[in-house]
């Protein structure tokens, strides 16, 4: 499984950037598709997951209410919609995807990373 990451840039704060994470012949949809992020200095941390079971979305504290998953299924892609963004979200974003449906467990399959710089 190939996953693709892309959408990153640089951004004011407050603004918005959408993250797309394609998987070209790969059918998302009975698969958890989580986000991550890696920040410099920090450990990478989950930042949301829609599992493939029953589509449900969890959101980390930390962006919750401003970070929204999504997905099109005709272009096997998942979207991750930032907004209201903040310096504390600058990071290396990656998605990936696991041989499960639950967002808990090991994740198997990650994409390349995609930078997002949150800066005046």
């Known amino acids: 499984v190939q996953l693709q990451a892309s959408g990153g840039g640089l951004v004011q704060p407050g603004g918005s950037l959408r993250l797309s994470c394609a998987a070209p012949?790969?059918?998302?949809?009975?698969?958890?598709i989580g986000w991550f992020r890696q920040g410099p200095g920090k450990e990478r941390e989950g930042v949301s997951c829609?599992?493939?079971?029953?589509?449900?979305?969890y959101y980390a504290n930390s962006v919750k209410g401003r970070f929204t998953m999504s997905r099109d299924n005709a272009k096997n892609t998942v979207y991750l919609q930032m907004n209201s963004l903040k310096f504390e979200d600058t990071a290396v974003y990656y998605c990936?995807?696991?041989?499960?449906?639950?967002?808990?467990?090991?994740?198997?399959?990650w994409g390349q990373g995609t930078l997002v710089t949150v800066s005046s």
């Open positions: 012949g790969f059918t998302l949809d009975d698969y958890a």
């Open positions: 829609r599992s493939g079971s029953d589509g449900s979305t």
């Open positions: 990936a995807t696991r041989a499960g449906s639950s967002c808990s467990g090991a994740w198997d399959y």
